[in-house]
């Protein structure tokens, strides 16, 4: 082993620790985040992590690593919800860790009190996941964070939440389960996470203690947010074909060679009347790159 770790130019434990292999990180369980795109360049930016995640970094699953996000300049990254790093710290960390865990991101996510509700009904007091969704917010204000109140929404009313149950018992691709699923749990209980109305919204952040906080949260910073995004197009609303160099030339250059070649150098009139014909549509369109 020593010397496998030699020729990798591995030498102490520090080196050990920095070791990244890509068999570990098919071991590694990733965690949620919300990124949104500022404009058409961050657009751009977010398919190229996608691509990245579903290629290079498939590991046994599409994944993207937080300095790619956070080295996308026209991105804002979000704590995101109940399957985020940041609701883990809340629930089993140290508010040490949850400290340094709000300087990733750009705004930070509050969940309503009934996201916990699963939480709540089996092993967590009601009162200790508000005490901690406070302490977030007193510490994202001391980091200058934008703070909003975020329904981590997975259907639009209640009655739908039937749907979202049969995906959490369903297997995924491979046997992988989802988040929310128990092994041990005979009768689970889930959350709803339907779309909230504002009145709703404000009614399950009341855990902030203060109408001036918790209007600020769920009307205020969003709408900061959204004065901050753009308009962008996701699909060109034209055509839009790939261009090559001189595609349109080099397109002509091969069809007139290949026809004198079958004809001779001058072309009959029938002959060139369907080039003509048939060569127009094909550039006038995009297609010229394609043949």
């Known amino acids: 082993m020593r010397k496998e770790l030699a020729a990798k130019n591995v030498l102490s434990l520090q080196d050990i620790d920095n070791l990244r292999e890509e068999s570990l ?7 949620n985040v919300s990124v949104l795109a500022k404009n ?55 508010k040490s860790e949850i400290k340094e865990e709000i300087k990733l991101y750009d705004y930070i996510e509050l969940l309503p009190i009934s996201a916990f509700s699963h939480k709540i009904a089996k092993s967590f007091p009601e009162s200790f996941i508000k005490e901690m969704l406070r302490f977030v917010y007193k510490e994202a204000k001391k980091q200058k964070k934008i703070v909003i109140a975020s329904g981590d929404v997975r259907y639009k009313s209640d009655r739908e939440k039937i749907y979202h149950e049969v995906l959490i018992n369903a297997k995924g691709i491979g046997g992988v389960r989802h988040p929310l699923y128990s092994f041990n749990d005979k009768n689970p209980q889930y959350p709803t996470l339907s779309y909230l109305t504002t009145k709703e919204m404000i009614k399950e952040v009341n855990y902030l203690e203060d109408s001036k906080i918790i209007r600020e949260v769920v009307v205020k910073e969003p709408n900061k947010i959204a004065d901050m995004i753009e308009e962008v197009k996701i699909i060109k609303d034209k055509l839009y074909t790939p261009t090559f160099k ?23 009139a029938i002959v060139q009347e369907r080039i003509d014909k048939e060569l127009a549509p094909i550039i006038e369109h995009g297609f010229s790159v394609i043949y």
């Open 25 to 31: 990180y098919c071991k590694v369980f990733s965690k």
């Open 246 to 268: 001189n595609d349109v030339k080099e397109l002509k250059s091969l069809v007139y060679k290949t026809a004198h070649e079958m004809y001779g150098d001058k072309l009959p």
């Open 40 to 94: 058409q360049k961050g657009i751009k930016e977010l398919f190229k992590l996608i691509s990245l995640g579903c290629t290079t970094q498939f590991f046994n699953g599409a994944k993207v690593f937080m300095k790619q996000i956070k080295d996308c300049k026209n991105l804002l990254l979000g704590s995101g919800g109940l399957d985020s790093r940041l609701v883990d710290l809340i629930l089993y960390g140290t």
